[in-house]
């Protein structure tokens, strides 16, 4: 390799694919040309974003003598697909800088860089300090306790972290630094920045997998379809009802260290259940909690529980065990949210909120949805830890 040509790639880490024989789209060349401290990439599957991280993970350990970079990914597999084309453009480099040593995991260079790739898990990747560039990808699945144990890797060394990934629902680290207040250069690459996606594939995804798979997976919106279990519960807020009750139910699910969570309102003249309150809390006792629970519904509760039904009949509530039937549950609040017939006072349930966004099957597929942030959904079902409001839907 020439001078001239080793020059221009340590002046702009994108001609690292021009000595590929690639073309660095528009995106990537302002991103490799001047890349921020600390960087959110919300792109579009195959619009190159290995590719890129992968020239600057490499342009970082050429150019800069004694570098660290650390390639890190949900699993060892995803991490290996960034190594591999580290390693395709060094080797257009091993005549100008030679390797100390070479695996199918790591690179150690002549110049005492070294460039890792690794699996997300905390117990690999404690002990590695003065990161010169930590690399994210597939950032909205690494989960937050991770994350928070990789930031420190970055406080004496002043290196830059880069987070690429497609969005994964509104939850997690990477979706709330997207949308937060904090220090972050943001980038959203849509499929349409890619001269190499053309719109009729984007069509045929449309078509064969949906515009709310689209959205998320080409066009970078941070959705909480794919997968929900009620995936129009916004359909069912409200600001206030002026309708009339006709009688006064409630739902319970017990807990402890996980909230106990009680939701309750009316069903109207035609027969629509409305959600008016909710009380939703940790370490309290029933006779803690008994007190703040109007007495005029019929409550609803987790069967699994029956000595705290028993102590809230004694101290005053009427409390009936309710079903313990998932998919039942599932599709009497489904049948109520398509028909207009369930309605929730937002302002006045933000669990419940929370929770319905968040609830949703598995990716491997099946029946059973998640079993986590549950518990005030489970208080309109009582489920045994399991949805929600299906006893406030069916047991009327």
């Known amino acids: 390799m020439n001078p001239q040509t080793l020059l221009a790639c340590a002046l702009d880490p994108s001609h690292l694919f021009r000595v590929q ?4 789209d528009p995106w990537q060349q302002r991103f490799l040309l001047d890349t921020p401290r600390f960087s959110l990439i919300n792109c579009s599957r195959q619009v190159g974003k290995s590719t890129t991280v992968g020239a600057l993970a490499l342009h970082t350990a050429l150019f800069h003598p004694n570098s660290l970079v650390l390639l890190l990914s949900p699993s060892l597999r995803q991490s290996n697909e960034i190594f591999r084309k580290v390693l395709e ?8 800088l030679g390797a100390n040593h070479q695996t199918r995991a790591q690179v150690e260079l002549k110049n005492g ?10 117990q690999f990747i404690r002990s590695f300090g003065g990161v010169s560039l930590l690399v994210l990808d597939e950032a909205a699945r690494i989960p937050d306790e991770l994350y928070r144990s990789v930031r420190p890797m970055l406080a004496v060394s002043g290196g830059k972290l880069a987070a690429l990934s497609t969005p994964y629902g509104k939850r997690g680290w990477f979706h709330d630094a997207w949308v937060g207040q904090e220090d972050w250069h943001r980038i959203s690459i849509p499929w349409d920045s890619c001269p190499r996606i053309p719109p ?22 941070f959705s909480n379809k794919e997968g929900q279990v009620f995936a129009n519960f916004e359909s069912t807020f409200i600001k ?13 699910d017990f807990g402890w260290h996980n909230p106990f969570a009680a939701l309750w309102g009316f069903l109207d003249e035609q027969q629509t259940l409305i959600i008016t309150h909710e009380h939703y809390v940790t370490h309290a006792t029933i006779t803690e909690i008994a007190p703040l629970l109007p007495r005029n519904v019929t ?58 966004k968040l609830y949703r099957y598995p990716e491997a597929g099946g029946e059973k949805p998640l079993d986590a942030d549950n518990h005030a959904l489970a208080a309109m079902e009582n489920k045994r830890g399991q949805v929600s409001f299906s006893a406030l839907c069916i047991q009327e």
């Open 21 to 24: 024989g690639l073309t660095a």
């Open 89 to 96: 453009g060094y080797s257009y480099f091993k005549g100008f």
């Open 113 to 122: 860089s070294r460039i890792l790739s690794l699996p997300g898990k905390e």
């Open 200 to 221: 009729e594939f984007i069509q045929q995804e449309i078509q064969a997998m949906g515009p709310d798979w689209v959205d998320q997976e080409y066009l970078c919106i």
């Open 240 to 252: 206030e009802s002026r309708s009339k009750p006709t009688s006064h139910v409630g739902g319970i």
């Open 299 to 356: 409550w609803w509760a987790d069967p699994a529980n029956p000595g705290d039904i028993a102590s809230l009949n004694k101290l005053g509530l009427v409390v009936r065990k309710g079903e313990n039937a998932l998919r039942t549950g599932i599709a009497a609040v489904s049948s109520r949210i398509n028909t207009g017939k369930l309605k929730v006072i937002a302002s006045r349930c933000p669990n419940l909120v929370r929770e319905a």
